[in-house]
């Protein structure tokens, strides 16, 4: 438990102090804001829009077995194959079995964060199966070596200049190659490679209960290409992208683009509605669907966290947060990050791990502000750390301060002990450690309160 807190405190003390890592951030967020304000000017009313899109997903989570059992049984009627998971375990077993059923060799991915919590592509490499990310910045992350940094943008920690140094070294090209060239020459390498593949994976923004259908969204036609030229598509997807019907499309995407990337509309909006049928020419001939659960009924269990399952992962709030915006993605250690992340991980991940991730924040509420489907993610935070003293997992030192400091400040006669410096010296001896070395601890008022108040009022 304590090695994955105080890696989690070195990485984002490293971070936070990197000038570079500050600069990268900075800008491509800043770019991020200008396009989120143009985006917004489509909705007349974004309040509404942001009430309905909440009151639908939220009706969702609470009836959750509801629609998974229509879904279930449209997709089937549809043609396709639903594949329920309880675990990663279970969800990259059957993956791997359907792989080994068409003795795939090669597999072309869209971006998918489901896959990411899956581990999809270490267990795809232990097979000697090619997976190959298809996604521009996934693609980039994936020859880099790295886990993705953010949920939507997954290589915003890179500038330009870092990429161009990252293609010069794996594939010899120029040194000072712009983005263009660069996109130019994934494009080429992937081409050869969506006509060869055996099967496509793809996640899912939204899977539609009423048509029980997948709904997806992207920029780049990579998900298309992915989904039409193997001969199989799986889709892999958490049980909570559920909503209730296609004409809820209308609201979701005008949202999901605007919060995410700042567009009124992303480039590419897909809806898959099973495998090829007889009179089509294009799309897979059999259609897997992984319904991933994953602990998200543990977070189903809980009767306030469970508003977080809502969430139609646009990064926004990882956007508006100071701390994500400081300590940077990867800090995080965990697949889904910032607010979102901090509220779902100890959940997902258990808490006793990932406890920590709920306390850092600064509470300044921006990320609850931004949601567009409403989740009071700042409040969830300190629900979240509620549970933890409840479990009674604190630590004995943190119990038995919290003990002293409750004594103390519960009588006058203990809270005027001292004089003014004594106070000062004991605060600074008590707190200093946990207060870090770069910040000042406060001076304590030459006087208290209550004694101001009696001199106030005589
Ligand atoms: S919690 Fe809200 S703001 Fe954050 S990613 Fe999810 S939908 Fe977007």
């Known amino acids: 438990m304590w090695e994955i807190k105080k890696k989690f405190i070195t990485d984002a003390n490293i971070k936070a102090f990197n000038p570079e890592h500050r600069k990268t951030i900075n800008f491509n967020i800043s770019r991020y804001n200008e396009s989120v304000e143009e985006g917004m000017l489509q909705f007349k009313n974004s309040e509404l829009a942001k009430t309905r899109a909440a009151f639908l997903k939220h009706k969702v989570i609470n009836e959750l077995e509801k629609y998974l059992i229509e879904f279930e049984l449209n997709f089937t009627k549809n043609g396709g194959k639903i594949i329920w998971a309880q675990d990663a375990t279970e969800a990259v077993r059957e993956i791997l079995q359907i792989a080994d059923k068409h003795q795939a060799k090669k597999i072309v991915k869209a971006k998918s964060m489901t896959t990411e919590e899956i581990e999809i592509n270490t267990a795809f490499e232990k097979e000697g199966i090619d997976s190959i990310e298809t996604d521009l910045g996934e693609y980039i992350v994936q020859i880099a070596g790295e886990k993705p940094y953010h949920i939507v943008t997954p290589v915003m920690h890179k500038s330009k200049e870092d990429i161009a140094e990252l293609f010069n070294k794996q594939f010899d090209l120029d040194a000072n190659s712009t983005p263009e060239d660069i996109t130019s020459f994934v494009r080429k390498r992937l081409r050869k490679e969506f006509t060869s593949a055996d099967i496509g994976i793809t996640g899912s923004n939204f899977l539609i209960a009423d048509t029980g259908s997948v709904a997806l969204t992207e920029n780049e036609g990579n998900g298309m290409m992915s989904v039409s030229f193997p001969k199989i598509h799986i889709v892999v997807a958490g049980i909570e992208k559920l909503i209730p019907s296609v004409t809820d499309l209308e609201l979701f995407w005008p949202l999901l683009a ?82 979102i992340g901090s509220v779902i991980s100890p959940y997902m991940n258990g808490m006793t791990d990932y406890h920590h991730l709920s306390f850092a924040s600064s509470l300044c509420g921006k990320c609850t502000e931004i949601c567009p489907v409403k989740i009071p993610l700042h409040k969830l935070l300190l629900v979240n750390r509620n549970d933890w003293v409840k479990e009674g997992s604190v630590p004995g030192i943190e119990k038995k301060t919290m003990w002293g400091m409750k004594k103390v400040m519960l009588k006058r006669k203990y809270m005027n002990m001292g004089s003014y410096g004594i106070r000062n010296y004991a605060l600074k001896k008590i707190l200093s450690k946990t207060w870090g070395p770069r910040r000042d601890l406060p001076q304590l008022a030459r006087k208290s309160f209550n004694q101001q108040w009696k001199e106030n009022n005589n």
């Open 258 to 339: 605007s919060y995410g990337t700042g567009q009124r509309v992303t480039v590419y909006n897909s809806i898959i509605s099973g495998p090829k049928k007889e009179n089509e020419t294009d799309g897979p001939k059999e259609m897997y669907i992984v319904l991933l659960n994953n602990k998200r009924t543990e977070l189903l269990k809980k009767e306030r966290q469970r508003i977080a399952l809502s969430c139609i992962r646009c990064g926004a709030c990882l956007n508006a947060c100071p701390v994500y915006r400081n300590i940077g993605g990867h800090t995080y250690n965990t697949v889904y990050t910032g607010p």
